[in-house]
């Protein structure tokens, strides 16, 4: 195969699954089942060519040795700005990991969306989505990276705001609930909006900070940011003796809070569970999310290989480490009150999420040699995550189908009714847990090892993190207990009375569910023998790139004290839920209460901290108010009276005129040849003054 088409290949990653979100409109016409076949097509040829990278003897050196491929194009001449892809170990390893995942999604949808209105809008809006994931990977600069960024942004509020009608069984939250006044329940159209604003908000900030560094570094692209260092002046001395390089690296994280929903942009995430649980998972899962993350470890080593001698790279680490810290453990506690299940899995991506950026910021608080730790604990994780999350979200899919219900109070004693998803969720929720031998479990302590040998800082991060972890092992036990143990609720026994037999989901559901439970088993068994050290020696290779010199060495003896608190403070979070939920030895009613110390922490964690009512309160409802106050004492009395004078006046005029229109053709060629007259008098008459 010539180069020049090999070459096209990590461009096609991210073309082909945008091609298919339009080829799928088309096809649209020749009948449903070819848009689907061309959607579902479309994801499955973008992950075959990811893969690709690690096989093509073009891409493998890149992939495989830590070098990085830089395919380029000219884009705007006048800026000298070029578009590109590179091949690198980091994009090849998202981009296989995202693909496959979207694309095991995609299968899904064929099942869960099937008889649905507007699936041509909704096929079109998930491939335009998964393309445009991979072109924020594949991207070799920082703009063209924003526009895909951009693309994600646009396609999770119209997803999430899929069922724009707004029925109520589509609303998140309950309905009449309220915190200070402030409603909790919203519409899918509500959800989809408050999506969009919060992320605009990262995303403003993102925008300054890489036109802040194109002003002082004239170019976008990240080769060529990190080569321009080399110089006794660079652009990253330049915006540090103007005070800015600090500043860019914040708003550039600011960007990656909001589309990666962490603390304070955080609060759209788990109400953008009004949208198909399909959307879920892919938002989730594999793409929106997850660009934050990408682009923190983008920019990690760029910052740096860029502070080299300037010593100004710990406080952007430490922001990063602090702020995912603290959104794990805020996520965390929210989703152990919660009834909504699909809130519940909702904050644990806000928590999770917020465990791969606690990674990223630990890697720079260790010392260089180091830094691979962190870096690779982050990444494993999201991975991981990946895939017990799709699987979650797939199994609850099909769990609000069977009971009718949002809520786990109205499910309960499912296992032998459906004993496959039983089976697969337990899977997946113990991975979650973070309980061994599952994924979950090693990407996690990667991430808390990390951050126990990162100094003072990484030490108070890491005790947040074991804490965070037993809270998460206790709410990851409490759904399986509440969903599939107990008595059956009053909803499943109405159910049964009615006749209607409960049964495992259709193929195109059930494969996907149960490969995602196999691989974060499979990965589970391997991460400790072959998976994490491999994935370590790739991105140890990576960065060397960067001139930072981080072998990968996995030495399980050396971590055993951290990994082994972990570990026990994630099983005594797990026996108690266990003995709360499944064995039923402790009722929780009577736990909380209605009163005092414990009930009052209820409370707070299940109004979501107050975070969300201060945000309406303080934000949106002065806003909204000013905007009415604007509305009828400027545009009402005064811009309406001059737009109505004005038309008065032109609708008088226009009458006028009109009765000219006589529509006797005799009379129009009359006015015509009266006014050719008059130009002649005119040019004879003023003519000779005008030449």
């Not at 699954?17 to 409109?25: E, M, Q, T």
């Not at 990063?320 to 805020?330: E, M």
């Not at 604990?377 to 609000?400: E, N, V």
Request: proline share 4%; net charge negative; charged share 10%.
């Amino acid at each position: 195969m010539p180069n020049t088409i090999i070459n096209l290949i990590p461009n096609l990653i991210w073309i082909v699954p945008i091609a298919g979100a339009v080829l799928s409109v088309a096809g649209a016409r020749a009948g449903g089942q070819i848009r689907n076949v061309i959607a579902v097509v479309a994801s499955l040829i973008a992950a075959l060519l990811a893969t690709s990278l690690f096989f093509l003897s073009n891409f493998t050196q890149y992939t495989l040795t830590g070098n990085i491929d830089d395919i380029t194009t000219t884009w705007i001449p006048a800026l000298k700005l070029t578009a590109g892809v590179l091949v690198d170990p980091l994009t090849a390893v998202l981009a296989v990991a995202i693909s496959w995942i979207s694309f095991l999604i995609m299968v899904y949808s064929l099942g869960y969306m099937k008889g649905e209105k507007n699936l041509t809008r909704y096929y079109f809006l998930m491939n335009f989505f998964i393309g445009n994931m991979l072109l924020i990977i594949m991207s070799d600069n920082f703009l063209q990276l924003f526009l895909g960024w951009e693309g994600v942004g646009y396609c999770s509020y119209a997803l999430i705001g899929f069922w724009h009608t707004d029925e109520d069984e589509h609303w998140v939250g309950t309905i009449g609930e309220k915190t200070l006044n402030v409603p909790e329940a919203y519409s899918p159209s509500q959800a989809g909006l408050k999506s969009f604003v919060m992320t605009r908000a990262g995303d403003v900030a993102f925008l300054i900070g890489i036109l802040l560094i194109f002003a002082y570094a004239r170019t976008f692209n990240f080769l060529d940011l990190y080569h321009a260092l080399s110089g006794t002046t660079s652009w990253a001395t330049s915006l540090e003796s103007a005070g800015l390089f600090i500043p860019s690296a914040v708003l550039i994280f600011g960007g990656a809070i909001g589309k990666s929903a962490q603390f304070p942009l955080h609060e759209w995430l788990p109400d953008a569970m009004a949208g198909p649980t399909s959307v879920s998972a892919l938002i989730h899962a594999a793409t929106m999310v997850n660009a934050g993350v990408f682009l923190i470890g983008t920019v990690g080593p760029l910052y740096v290989a860029a502070a080299q001698g300037l010593s100004l790279t710990y406080p952007f680490f430490l922001t990063v480490a602090i702020i995912g810290g603290f959104t794990a453990f805020l996520a965390a506690s929210q989703a152990m009150v919660l009834d909504e299940l699909k809130k519940v899995l909702a904050y644990s991506t806000v928590s999770q999420i917020g465990y791969m950026m606690l990674g990223l910021g630990v890697a720079g608080l260790s010392t260089q040699s180091n830094f691979v730790f962190g870096f690779t604990g982050a990444f494993f994780h999201l991975i991981s995550q990946a895939l017990f999350k799709a699987g979650l979200f797939m199994c609850a899919g099909w769990l609000l189908h069977v009971s009718g219900s949002k809520y786990m109070k109205d499910m309960g004693g499912l296992r032998k009714k459906i004993p496959i998803t039983f089976i697969s969720m337990l899977i997946v929720a113990l991975s979650l847990a973070g309980i061994i031998p599952f994924s979950g479990f090693w990407s996690k302590d990667a991430i808390l090892s990390a951050a126990a040998h990162a100094g003072d800082a990484g030490i108070a991060l890491y005790v947040l993190g074991v804490i965070t972890a037993m809270m998460t092992a206790f709410y990851s036990v409490r759904i399986i207990g509440l969903v599939f143990f107990g008595e059956k609720s009053a909803n499943i026994q109405k159910i049964d009375e009615r006749g209607h037999e409960m049964h495992e989901p259709p193929l195109s559901m059930m494969i996907p569910i149960v490969i995602l439970a196999g691989a974060t088993l499979v990965i589970g068994i391997l991460a400790p023998f072959w998976f994490e050290p491999h994935l370590g020696n790739l991105f140890s290779s990576y960065l060397s790139y960067f001139d930072i010199n981080s072998p990968y060495s996995l030495n399980l003896a050396a971590d055993i004290i951290p990994i082994g608190i972990s570990l026990a403070l994630a099983l005594i979070g797990a026996f108690i839920a266990y003995i709360t939920y499944i064995r039923k030895a402790i009722e929780p009613q009577a736990v909380v209460g209605t009163s005092g110390f414990v009930y009052s922490f209820y409370n707070f964690f299940a109004h979501r901290w107050y975070i969300n009512a201060l945000y309406y309160r303080g934000l949106v409802y002065p806003i909204r108010s000013a905007s009415n106050w604007l509305f009828q004492s400027f545009e009402e009395k005064i811009i309406q009276p001059i737009n109505i004078g004005a038309t008065d006046v032109g609708g008088e005029m226009s009458d006028s005129l009109r009765k000219l229109q006589s529509g006797i053709e005799e009379e129009y060629v009359l006015a015509f040849g009266i006014g050719i007259a008059l130009i002649i008098v005119l040019l004879v008459v003023f003519g000779q003054g005008l030449l």
